[in-house]
C-alpha cells in the first residue's frame, strides 16, 4: 500500500490515521462518499476534481503530502490487501493441482471471429488485449490472462501468457510469459492493478526484448520489463513510469524498419494521440514528436491505438473511449512515424452495430509471407451484452454530454441504463472472446484520395485465403 491521493477512498478509510488526514484536508469528503459504493471506489484525486472543489491543486498537494507520512513499513500491506494475498495464494495451488490433469486434444482448420477459442487441450486461450510476435517460424500470441476475473474477487489480470502456432489457427499453451506478482501490492503485476495491453518490441542495439504494459486505473502510467529471450524470464525496469509526466492511456509500440528507431503512441490525458521517439534501448520515451486527434473530448477521444505498415504509409486504427462497451473505429494515415496521421474514416464497413461488429483492436499483424496481408486481432470483452445502434448512439449521447452539453442531450433513464451496463471492475471478462478479421487496403483514387482501410465480416475464413 503506497499512501497517496491516487489511492482509493475505500482502502484509505482501512487506516484511522488517513481517516483523520482526510477529515482535515477534506471535511466534507467522507459525508459525500458514506453509503456509496461508487463513490468509495473512486481515488480521492478523481472525487475532487469531479466536484469541481475550488482550490482543488493545492489542496490535493496538501493533502498528497500529508498521506505519503503514513508511508512507512508497518503500514505496508493494508488489511484487504493481506487477504487478497492469501486467496491469490489459494488460486495460485490450485493451478498447480490443475497443471498435471489429462486434456482433449482440440484442433481447427479456420478463424471463427466472435467464437469461443480454444487452445490445443480445449480451454480458452487467456491473450486478451493481446498481440502477435513472429520469430522463427512461429506465432507467439501473448496477452492478459483473465481466467479469474469474475467482477467480484478483486482480480484485474492475472499475468502475461504466451501461445504459439505456426498455422494461426491452433495455438499451444506455454504458461505464463509474465506470471502474477502475488505478495506485493505495489508491483504492477499484483492481481488486484489493472494492468492492460502488452506490447514487446526487440532492441536490435541491446539484442533485448523490451515488454511495456499499461496499468490504468488511479496510476495511469507503464510498467516496462525487459529480457534476454521472447518467452522470458523479464525481469521489471520501471514499476511506474509517465513518459513526459503524462497519464497514460491504451498504446502501440512501433519500430521504422530502416532507421531501428523505437516509437510509442498513446493516449495521454485523454487530450490527444501523442507520439514519443523512444531511447535507444526502448526503456524510455525521450521526446514528444507529434500529436494527433487533438482536442477531442470522451467518447470521441482516441484510444486502443493499433500500427502497421503498408508500401511505406504509416497506419493507425483505433477506438473511442466508452469503456468495455465496444464502439465505432477510426483509421488513420500518414506519411511517416513522425508525422500527424489523417483520418480515413471508420474502417468496418456495412457494420449495422457502429460498434467495430462488437469488438475492439488491441493490435494488427502481417501474415508472414504474404504481400501486405495483414490481421487485426480484437477482443469482445462482454460477449453477453452485445451493443446495437440504439446502445450505440446511447453510449456516445451519454458521455458527451458530460462534456459538451450544448450538443448532446441524454435522459436519466438513458445515463442509468450506460451506467448499469458500463462498470469496468464489476465486468466478467473471464469469458470474454476474440474477433480476429484481415484488413484489406485500397489504394488512394478519386473517390477516396487518401486511400481506404476496411474490415469486413467474416462468419469464418482461413489465412490461405487472403490475397
Given at each position: 500500500m ?8 475505500e ?21 459525500r ?59 495460485a ?46 506465432y ?10 469474475d ?7 492475472w ?38 495491453r ?36 523479464y ?138 496481408c ?26 458527451a ?21 458500463n462498470?469496468?471492475?464489476?465486468a ?40
Amino acid at each position: 500500500m503506497v499512501y497517496n491521493v491516487s489511492m482509493k477512498i475505500e482502502h484509505l478509510l482501512e487506516n484511522e490515521k488517513a481517516v483523520r488526514i482526510l477529515g482535515q484536508y477534506l471535511p466534507g469528503l467522507l459525508e459525500r462518499a458514506a453509503g456509496n459504493t461508487q463513490a468509495v471506489k473512486l481515488s480521492v484525486e478523481q472525487m475532487v476534481r469531479y466536484s469541481r472543489m475550488p482550490r482543488a491543486e493545492a489542496i490535493l498537494a496538501k493533502l498528497d503530502e500529508a498521506l505519503q507520512e503514513l508511508n512507512t513499513p508497518e503500514n505496508a500491506i493494508s488489511p484487504s490487501e493481506a487477504k487478497l494475498i492469501q486467496y491469490f495464494h489459494e488460486i495460485a495451488e490450485k493451478e498447480k493441482e490443475k497443471a498435471g490433469e489429462e486434456k482433449a486434444a482440440h484442433v481447427q482448420d479456420a478463424i471463427y471471429p466472435g467464437q469461443p477459442w480454444m487452445d490445443t487441450k480445449g480451454e480458452r486461450i487467456q491473450a486478451h488485449g493481446g498481440a502477435v510476435y513472429y520469430e522463427d517460424g512461429v506465432y507467439y500470441w501473448y496477452g492478459e490472462n483473465k481466467a479469474h476475473t469474475d467482477g467480484k474477487n478483486g482480480i484485474w489480470t492475472w499475468g502475461l501468457k504466451v501461445y504459439a502456432s505456426k498455422d494461426l489457427y491452433n495455438w499451444e499453451d506455454l504458461g505464463y510469459l509474465i506470471p502474477p506478482v502475488l505478495d506485493d501490492p505495489n508491483c504492477a503485476l499484483f492481481p488486484a492493478k489493472r494492468v492492460d495491453r502488452p506490447h514487446i518490441i526487440k532492441c536490435q542495439k541491446t539484442g533485448k526484448y523490451v515488454c511495456w504494459i499499461k496499468l490504468s486505473g488511479p496510476e495511469a502510467a507503464f510498467t516496462i520489463w525487459q529480457a534476454d529471450k521472447l518467452l522470458g524470464p523479464y525481469v521489471p525496469v520501471e514499476n511506474l513510469y509517465n513518459p513526459g509526466g503524462h497519464k497514460a492511456g491504451d498504446f502501440d509500440l512501433i519500430v521504422d524498419e530502416e532507421s531501428q528507431k523505437g516509437y510509442i503512441y498513446f493516449d495521454a490525458d485523454h487530450a490527444s494521440m501523442l507520439c514519443m521517439e523512444l531511447s535507444d534501448n526502448y526503456l524510455q520515451a525521450e521526446k514528444e514528436v507529434t500529436m494527433s486527434y487533438r482536442n477531442l473530448t470522451p467518447p470521441f477521444t482516441r484510444e486502443a491505438p493499433a500500427l502497421f505498415e503498408a508500401d511505406g504509409r504509416k497506419y493507425m486504427v483505433t477506438s473511442g473511449m466508452t469503456g468495455y462497451i465496444p464502439n465505432k473505429s477510426d483509421a488513420a494515415v500518414s506519411d511517416g512515424w513522425e508525422k500527424e496521421f489523417a483520418s480515413l474514416g471508420n474502417p468496418h464497413v456495412q457494420d449495422s452495430s457502429n460498434a467495430s461488429f462488437n469488438s475492439q483492436i488491441s493490435k494488427i499483424f502481417k501474415v508472414e509471407g504474404k504481400e501486405n496481408c495483414f490481421i487485426a486481432m480484437a477482443d469482445r470483452w462482454v460477449p453477453a451484452y452485445m451493443v446495437d445502434a440504439r446502445i450505440a448512439d446511447l453510449f456516445t449521447r451519454v458521455i458527451a454530454s458530460s462534456y459538451e452539453p450544448q450538443n448532446y442531450q441524454a435522459t436519466d433513464e438513458e445515463r442509468r441504463e450506460m451506467y448499469a451496463a458500463n462498470v469496468l471492475e464489476e465486468a466478467d471478462t473471464s469469458m470474454a472472446d476474440y474477433v480476429w478479421l484481415p484488413i484489406r487496403i485500397e489504394a488512394p483514387c478519386e473517390r477516396y484520395p487518401q486511400g481506404r482501410v476496411l474490415i469486413e465480416w467474416k462468419n469464418k475464413w482461413r489465412v490461405e485465403d487472403m490475397v
